[in-house]
């Protein structure tokens, strides 16, 4: 997911997260390196969970929501301030709203009659999801139908030890969910988490620069 304020196109997904722990997660995450950090619509009061990190860490992190579905979702994210929205699937009416609130879309994706769809409707990047049921080789086999500028970011059952081969297939970035935050989980072990990413991220990239 482009963005001018992310060094990484790494994503926390957090679901489940509460309007109480919010912040300090937010922190934790900017602390670890982490500058993309989507709050899920079925988390407790998602929407005061964004307002909140954005007054507090706005500067430092893109702030959007995700599970996004229907319309008066990406209003309520305007409304609270929010930068992007991701879904789940490929709707053009979000997609739509999205782009004439002034914020990044990223819908989901699966096929290619999804991506063309979404691209058409004015999408910014591709949330190919659940990735791991198309694998970066079904994704190499999509892409090659694709405008070469398209950006994808796999979601869904990836984690630090897949990076490398799904950069070399073809994606941009990532959203990662559980193995980053799930309720319950310290902030010192969320910022290991992310850090332990991050890390793997770096070393996906430059181990494929070197190849």
Known sequence: MTDAKSARPLMAILRGVRPDEAVDVGKTLVD???ELIEVTTNSP????????????IGD???IGAGTVTDVSQVDQLAEAGGQF???PDCNPAVIGRT?????LSYPGVFTPSECFTALRSGADT??????FLLTPTG??????????????FAVGGIDAPVFKEWLAGGVHGFGIGSSIYKPG??????????MTCIAAYDQACAELEAS
């Not at 782009?99 to 914020?103: L, V």
């Not at 994704?139 to 994808?152: H, V, Y």
């Not at 989980?185 to 992310?194: G, R, T, V």
């Open 45 to 56: 009061n998602p929407f005061e969970s964004i307002s909140m990190m954005i007054s507090a």
């Open 32 to 34: 670890a390196g982490i």
């Open 99 to 103: 782009k004439e609130a002034g914020m």
């Open 60 to 62: 430092a992190a893109s």
């Open 139 to 152: 994704l190499n086999a999509i892409r090659a139908t694709l405008p070469a500028d398209t950006n994808f």
């Open 85 to 87: 929205v991701v879904s």
């Open 185 to 194: 989980k310290s902030l010192s072990e969320i910022k290991q988490s992310a």
């Open 126 to 131: 591709l949330k190919i999801f659940p990735a």
